[in-house]
């Protein structure tokens, strides 16, 4: 085996437990696929766990977790790898979804809508029942061990005709929705995460949920569980409730000046 690339892996090993809430059934859902050996398409909004998530299963299946986070340059052999120059000789370097296929690791791709089309129609052989990825450069068709697993997420507030997935793609994967916690689940996430008293986190989350109803009135996506820890962990540091609420959160959903005036008023009708 490449001593390079069994060092590479290593370093995506999930060594210590990720802190988790399931909101439903979602843990069993993805243990049964990676048992029948399907590919996990996770569905939700910005910043509600769905990462999280993934490393809490890399964890519990003691498997390497290789996570690419996808954008419009992502190019097929950022995925599967290319030929490098080093001294006189061309040497190869698996790219992110070669090194999982090869070693058994889940491979997740996060925002997979945000990849060029002619990108992730690589996946399609290894999200059916043949398992494999051709990898044309070597010539090669590596053909995937049990132990690997293919994970993909996307948000679909941000869907739109020219960024979402082919049913061709959709249809290979089991589906999983993720939405915000309920309020007493998201109150201990941010309580554990945040490492604040429940009382506050529970005015964070009372927050959250109102900016979350400005989506109607033009705010993209209200405050995500993962700004509320932001926030928490500025007041760790000693600011002051309404700042770290302001560069925390707000500040991080719009620069629209009606917007992040309405949020200052709930601020200052919780805190």
């Not at 599967?80 to 791709?109: F, N, Q, S």
């Not at 869907?159 to 999983?176: G, I």
Request: charge should be negative; glycine fraction near 6%.
């Amino acid at each position: 085996m490449d001593t390079s690339n069994q060092q590479r892996i290593e370093e995506h090993r999930v060594l210590v437990e990720p802190f988790y809430l399931p909101q439903g059934n979602e843990i069993e859902l993805a243990l049964a696929a990676s048992r029948e050996r399907l590919p996990l398409l996770l569905k939700g909004p910005t910043g509600c766990g769905k990462t999280r998530f993934m490393r809490y299963i890399a964890w519990r299946l003691n498997r390497p977790l290789i996570t690419v986070s996808c954008h419009d340059d992502l190019s097929t052999s950022d995925l599967i790898g290319r030929y490098l120059v080093k001294g006189m000789e061309a040497v190869w370097l698996d790219g992110p979804l070669t090194l999982a296929v090869r070693h058994g690791a889940i491979c997740y791709l996060d925002e997979i809508v945000e990849a060029r089309k002619d990108t992730t129609v690589v996946i399609h052989p290894l999200a059916d029942d043949r398992r494999e990825l051709p990898v044309e450069k070597l010539g090669m068709i590596y053909a995937a061990p049990p132990e690997f697993m293919l994970a993909v997420s996307y948000n679909p507030g941000y869907q739109s005709v020219l960024k979402d997935l082919k049913p061709s793609t959709r249809q290979r994967f089991v589906s999983l929705s993720f939405s915000y916690p309920r309020p007493d689940l998201e109150g201990r996430i941010v309580m554990t995460e945040g490492k604040i008293e429940e009382p506050l986190a529970a005015r964070l989350v009372r927050l959250a949920g109102m900016t979350r109803s400005l989506k109607d009135s033009g705010l993209a996506e209200g405050a995500s569980t993962r700004l509320l820890i932001q926030a928490a962990q500025l007041l760790r540091q000693g600011l002051d409730i309404r700042s770290a609420c302001r560069a925390g959160i707000i500040e991080s959903l719009t620069d629209d000046p009606e917007l992040l005036e309405a949020m200052e008023e709930m601020v200052q009708s919780i805190f």
